[in-house]
């Protein structure tokens, strides 16, 4: 009976969140500013980083009990992060219903980075978006991928920005 509750508080948790939560948390203008973020940063590098933003997850995963992870590793492959030339694609995923935030790297970019890393900047998301700061837990987590991929990954003098992958957040 517990876990028949709990399944269906998650489902109502996610059902009741909707597009308009994303807005008032990251409005069009937010999005906008994050978007020449990203540009500005993949001008510095050969990485490309995406940032996807979700209401709540779907009910299939919700009614198998699955977690952030699986949807943010699904988005990964679905918004085609692992598609880069070098294999050092980021995605930065976030699910409001949850409060979650994923991190998923390829693995030309992680073989550089270690879990712990990984981990430790999500953490770092979640203290701003818990004092509400949604924008600077977003802008705080692009500079740090930012100067990971430009420490594995510069662009060479001269090298033409080669923009694999849209640079505007992807909002579900």
């Given at each position: 009976?517990?876990?028949?509750?709990?399944?269906?508080?998650?489902l109502?948790r996610?059902?009741?969140?909707d597009?308009?939560?994303?807005?008032?948390?990251?409005?069009?203008?937010?999005?906008?500013?994050?978007?020449?973020?990203?540009?500005?940063s993949e001008?510095?590098?050969?990485?490309?980083?995406?940032l996807?933003?979700?209401?709540?997850?779907?009910?299939?995963?919700l009614?198998?009990?699955?977690?952030?992870?699986?949807?943010?590793?699904?988005?990964?492959?679905?918004?085609?992060?692992?598609?880069?030339?070098?294999?050092?694609?980021?995605?930065?995923?976030?699910?409001?219903?949850?409060?979650?935030?994923e991190?998923?790297?390829?693995?030309?970019?992680?073989?550089?980075?270690?879990?712990?890393?990984?981990?430790?900047?999500?953490?770092?998301?979640?203290?701003?978006f818990?004092?509400?700061?949604?924008?600077?837990g977003?802008?705080?987590?692009?500079?740090?991928?930012?100067?990971?991929?430009?420490?594995?990954?510069?662009?060479?003098e001269?090298?033409?920005?080669?923009?694999?992958?849209?640079d505007?957040?992807?909002v579900?």
């Open positions: 009976m517990a876990s028949l509750l709990a399944k269906l508080g998650r109502w996610h059902r009741s969140a597009e308009a939560a994303v807005r008032r948390v990251l409005p069009p203008e937010v999005l906008a500013r994050l978007q020449a973020r990203v540009a500005a001008r510095r590098h050969t990485g490309e980083i995406r996807c933003i979700e209401a709540g997850l779907p009910v299939s995963y009614w198998r009990g699955a977690p952030a992870r699986e949807r943010a590793i699904m988005l990964f492959g679905k918004l085609r992060v692992w598609d880069t030339e070098q294999n050092n694609g980021v995605l930065i995923y976030l699910l409001l219903a949850e409060h979650a935030i991190i998923v790297a390829d693995r030309g970019i992680d073989r550089h980075v270690d879990t712990q890393a990984w981990r430790a900047m999500a953490q770092r998301m979640g203290g701003a818990r004092e509400g700061r949604f924008e600077d977003l802008t705080q987590a692009l500079e740090e991928v930012s100067a990971l991929q430009m420490a594995h990954f510069p662009r060479a001269g090298e033409p920005d080669v923009n694999e992958l849209p505007a957040p992807v579900i």
